[in-house]
């Protein structure tokens, strides 16, 4: 049985963390689908130790969640390893360190991806962390800052601390900081370490868009799971495929029109609960590009969704695309 410490998985997809998308309404589809654990969006250090920054819903998780890791992400150590308490407090089951985000607002305040450059520095967020929360803490990094020699053994280095201080467990993202998203994942570097190091537990991730090809990539690297980010955007069915798969089962079925209108509707209904209005809207349209993706008719949907900024007008186009009988 997969666990990332204390932590019990049933099966070895997890959602991955993405800012601005892994909100409370995105996980709980995910866990209805079978997904086992989920992240938090990447959550800033700092913010947690405001306290009225803190009392917004946003940082909070909820009782039907659980097990649930909180990602936090900063440039002191130290002030990592107060976060990691304060969102533990909160209730998060697991406490997983950013060191892989390429964003450039966060690169530029040394942050995220570009500690990969200080292994000494992660080192001992890491071990500050560990000795501050009585939950698993695991790590995100990704395969180099770039594709140097110097970035290459910063890696590795980084691997050993984290093989040699006990991490729970490591997801791994198959490119270079630099790369961003740009270019394919190199998953043969996710297969190297797990060689290596093949006591620790090892999350990949990197282009997994369709059930197929995650479990080719677990197969093939052989590592223990995997983290899908972008595929799981307006796409909770990938979960219930890959289990579907892993356990020897044909894919199931394609949601139906009707039942893809039904799953867009109730999620577009929670995020209208936390950000009500044309906010909502504006915020769902970038759900509704992965939803459109199992549309037959996805270019001349698309244009129609983007104009529209009335809720009520929108769930009306839902209804209209997806040939669902509703009234609202």
Same mark, same amino acid.
């Given at each position: 049985?997969?666990?990332?410490?204390?932590? @019990?998985?049933?099966?070895?997809?997890? @959602?991955?963390?993405?800012?601005?998308?892994?909100?409370?309404?995105?996980?709980?589809?995910?866990?209805? *689908?079978?997904?086992?654990?989920?992240?938090?969006?990447?959550?800033?250090?700092?913010?947690?130790?405001?306290?009225?920054?803190?009392?917004?819903?946003?940082?909070?998780?909820?009782?039907?969640?659980?097990?649930?890791?909180?990602?936090?992400?900063?440039?002191?150590?130290?002030?990592?390893?107060?976060?990691?308490?304060?969102?533990?407090?909160?209730?998060?089951?697991?406490?997983?360190?950013? *060191?892989?985000?390429?964003?450039?607002?966060?690169?530029?305040?040394?942050?995220?991806?570009?500690?990969?450059?200080?292994?000494?520095?992660?080192?001992?967020?890491?071990?500050?962390?560990?000795?501050?929360?009585?939950?698993?803490?695991?790590?995100?990094?990704?395969?180099?800052?770039?594709?140097?020699?110097?970035?290459?053994?910063?890696?590795?280095?980084?691997?050993?601390?984290?093989?040699?201080?006990?991490?729970?467990?490591?997801?791994?993202?198959?490119?270079?900081?630099? @790369?961003?998203?740009?270019?394919?994942?190199?998953?043969?570097?996710?297969?190297?370490?797990?060689?290596?190091?093949?006591?620790?537990?090892?999350?990949?991730?990197?282009?997994?868009?369709?059930?197929?090809?995650?479990?080719?990539?677990?197969?093939?690297?052989?590592?223990?799971?995997?983290?899908?980010?972008?595929?799981?955007?307006?796409?909770?069915?990938?979960?219930?495929?890959?289990?579907?798969?892993?356990?020897?089962?044909?894919?199931?079925?394609?949601?139906?029109?009707?039942?893809?209108?039904?799953?867009?509707?109730?999620?577009?209904?929670?995020?209208?609960?936390?950000?009500?209005?044309? +906010?909502?809207?504006?915020?769902?349209?970038?759900?509704?590009?992965?939803?459109?993706? +199992?549309?037959?008719?996805?270019?001349?949907?698309?244009?129609?969704?983007?104009?529209?900024?009335?809720?009520?007008?929108?769930?009306?186009?839902?209804?209209?695309?997806?040939?669902?009988?509703?009234?609202?």
């Amino acid at each position: 049985m997969l666990k990332i410490g204390s932590i @019990q998985l049933e099966n070895p997809f997890l @959602q991955a963390a993405l800012s601005g998308y892994t909100d409370y309404p995105m996980r709980i589809l995910a866990r209805r *689908f079978g997904c086992p654990l989920t992240f938090t969006g990447v959550m800033l250090d700092r913010i947690s130790l405001h306290p009225k920054a803190i009392k917004q819903s946003k940082f909070h998780c909820r009782d039907d969640e659980h097990p649930i890791a909180a990602q936090i992400f900063g440039d002191d150590p130290k002030v990592i390893a107060q976060s990691a308490v304060a969102f533990r407090q909160l209730g998060y089951d697991i406490i997983d360190l950013n *060191f892989a985000c390429p964003v450039p607002k966060v690169l530029r305040r040394e942050r995220g991806g570009w500690l990969l450059r200080k292994p000494d520095l992660i080192r001992e967020a890491f071990q500050r962390t560990r000795d501050a929360v009585d939950c698993p803490v695991m790590m995100k990094l990704r395969i180099g800052f770039d594709n140097g020699d110097a970035a290459k053994e910063d890696f590795w280095q980084i691997i050993e601390n984290a093989s040699a201080d006990g991490v729970d467990a490591l997801g791994i993202h198959g490119r270079t900081v630099e @790369q961003k998203y740009k270019g394919k994942a190199d998953w043969s570097v996710l297969t190297e370490v797990k060689k290596k190091f093949p006591h620790l537990t090892i999350f990949g991730s990197g282009d997994l868009m369709d059930a197929n090809t995650v479990m080719q990539r677990l197969r093939e690297s052989g590592v223990d799971g995997v983290l899908i980010a972008r595929g799981a955007v307006g796409n909770p069915w990938i979960f219930s495929e890959c289990i579907a798969l892993w356990q020897s089962q044909p894919l199931p079925e394609p949601p139906s029109l009707a039942q893809q209108a039904q799953i867009m509707l109730e999620h577009f209904e929670m995020i209208q609960k936390q950000r009500p209005g044309r +906010r909502g809207v504006s915020f769902f349209r970038k759900f509704m590009i992965g939803y459109l993706r +199992r549309h037959p008719q996805r270019k001349k949907a698309l244009p129609d969704f983007m104009k529209v900024k009335d809720p009520l007008l929108f769930k009306q186009l839902i209804a209209s695309w997806y040939d669902v009988k509703t009234s609202f």
